[in-house]
T-cell receptor
Framework: GDSVTQMEGPVTLSEEAFLTINCTYT??????LFWYVQYPGEGLQLLLK?????DKGSNKGFEATYRKETTSFHLEKGSVQVSDSAVYFC????????????FGTGTQLKVEL | GAGVSQSPRYKVAKRGQDVALRCDPI?????LFWYQQALGQGPEFLTY????????KSGLPSDRFFAERPEGSVSTLKIQRTQQEDSAVYLC???????????FGDGTRLSIL
């Protein structure tokens, strides 16, 4: 079935370091792909999305490119800040209609001064 | 309010008790989703409404779980005869329509003693 696989965390970086969080997917067809972020004690917020192959989603300095050749949607940021510390989830809609999402297990990011 | 509102934020119940979790979606949002998030995991789909119609309940783990949205706005997730494995964060999300981004509430953290 459709699924996403994320790199395990936690990922610990110094402020201003480069970030990559890997995400690969298995899906029928070419679904939209999403990155969500969850700050401590809060629900998920949509960070960015891409709706078709080769699309690049971007928001708040984060980027991810939909690569159908490698079935990947890796999240990147050139210079992380302490405020980026959160858990990041890759997700895609399951087949069967309704746009219900399936999520990866999440990758915790800790950014230190 | 501007976002999805869930109540209560925290719920502690004894094993065997019934609980009810409430979700107020964003006004005008047609689609409403419930997810269950176990500690350290990504959210898992439970059920989906379009207006008052429950179109998909394939993710409900047992017949002890029941959800309703009688007027197409507020939704309630009820768990009967709670068990320890029901302990999790229950997230509600709404979207303007199918295929549109989902907006999540902060969740209800349910602990079963």
């Amino acid at each position: 079935g459709d699924s996403v696989t994320q790199m395990e965390g936690p990922v610990t970086l110094s402020e201003e370091a480069f970030l990559t969080i890997n995400c690969t997917y298995t899906a029928t067809g070419y679904p939209s792909l999403f990155w969500y972020v969850q700050y401590p004690g809060e629900g998920l917020q949509l960070l960015l999305k891409a709706t078709k192959a080769d699309d690049k989603g971007s928001n708040k300095g984060f980027e991810a490119t939909y690569r159908k050749e490698t079935t990947s949607f890796h999240l990147e940021k050139g210079s992380v800040q302490v405020s980026d510390s959160a858990v990041y989830f890759c997700a895609l809609p399951l087949t069967g209609g309704g746009n219900k999402l399936t999520f990866g297990t999440g990758t915790q990011l800790k950014v230190e001064l | 309010g501007a976002g999805v509102s869930q109540s209560p934020r925290y719920k502690v119940a004894k094993r065997g008790q019934d609980v009810a979790l409430r979700c107020d979606p964003i006004s005008g949002h047609v689609s409403l989703f419930w997810y269950q998030q176990a500690l350290g995991q990504g959210p898992e789909f439970l059920t989906y409404f379009q207006n008052e119609a429950q179109l998909d309940k394939s993710g409900l783990p047992s017949d002890r779980f029941f959800a309703e949205r009688p007027e197409g706005s507020v939704s309630t997730l009820k768990i009967q005869r709670t068990q320890q494995e029901d302990s999790a964060v229950y997230l509600c999300a709404s979207s303007l329509a199918g295929g549109q981004p989902q907006h999540f509430g902060d969740g209800t953290r349910l602990s079963i003693l």
